[in-house]
């Protein structure tokens, strides 16, 4: 892969069975100031990674013969190539999202949906991982909050000295309420975070949330490892969640089951 020039806005391997829809969407991103590398199969991406290459984002279809999507991603990981991932698919249903971000893709997005939402994803992950001038000035400053320190030069998590091993999306989610401790938070700014405003996925005017607590579930499971009392994540059934004290609050549960029989009956 040839050197990126200054105008170049990120590099991006493209990985889709389907040649014409690779063709088409690869002639897009060009347009757009993308550098992209396409693979017609999984195997031959993983090769590609294995020999040294480097990219910033993978776009990678679900459906494709022998290794499908949701396997590469369980491969690339297993291999310590913790590339953000965004799945490209025909397959909607709420199941494949989730099982999606489980294996630990950055985002979903539907083949459906017009190329502006998807290079508006884009643009989020590669601003994310490259930040802007303000936060690049600020890149040596250590945030800390009683057991959790958060180092923002390189978005790494610490509880108790531990390193808790989140996802770039994930360390921003902690961040947000950790940086505004004992305050509510809601479904719709944290799902905002992730996928830029005024985007919705999922089923109805609430759908997003389904989105948020899976990442909740995950952040908390993943500081549990180290610390199976970790309790500072409460949730505001029907609104949202809040960084606490670990202590609980009124009003407030820390239960993701309650969370999710409460939601649906509340209103944002």
């Known amino acids: 892969m040839s050197p990126m020039t200054e105008s170049t806005v990120a590099r991006v391997a493209l990985v889709d069975d389907d040649d014409l829809f690779r063709e088409s969407l690869s002639l897009n991103l060009a347009d757009e100031g993308y550098e992209v590398v396409t693979f017609d199969r999984g195997e031959p991406a993983l090769d590609f990674f294995a020999n040294g290459g480097s990219v910033d984002i993978v776009l990678l279809d679900w459906r494709m013969p022998k290794m499908d999507g949701i396997d590469v991603l369980r491969q690339m990981r297993s291999r310590g190539i913790d590339l953000p991932v965004i799945f490209l698919t025909v397959l909607s249903d709420q199941i494949y999202e989730e099982a999606a ?23 989020l992950i590669v601003d994310g991982s490259k930040g802007t001038p303000e936060e690049t000035e600020s890149k040596e400053a250590i945030y800390a909050l009683g057991a959790l320190e958060l180092r923002l030069d390189n978005s790494r998590a610490l509880w108790n000295g531990k390193r808790i091993d989140l996802t770039l999306t994930e360390f921003n989610i902690v961040k947000l309420m950790a ?5 509510d938070v809601s479904y719709r700014e944290i799902y905002d975070l992730v996928h830029g405003k005024g985007f919705l996925a999922g089923y109805g ?4 949330r389904a989105n948020v607590r899976a990442f909740i579930k995950r952040i908390r499971q993943k500081f549990r490892v180290v610390d199976g009392n970790f309790d500072c994540i ?20 820390r239960d993701d089951a309650d969370d ?5 009956a509340a209103a944002d």
Do not use: Q
């Open 260 to 264: 999710v029989m409460a939601d649906g």
């Open 234 to 253: 409460e949730n505001y059934p029907g609104f949202g969640y809040r960084w606490g004290n670990g202590a609980g609050g009124t009003g407030r549960t």
């Open 179 to 183: 940086t505004r401790p004992e305050e």
């Open 101 to 123: 971000l489980a294996g630990g893709a950055l985002d979903f997005v539907e083949k459906s949906r017009s190329l502006p939402i998807l290079l508006k994803r884009m643009r």
């Open 205 to 208: 005017p609430s759908g997003y």
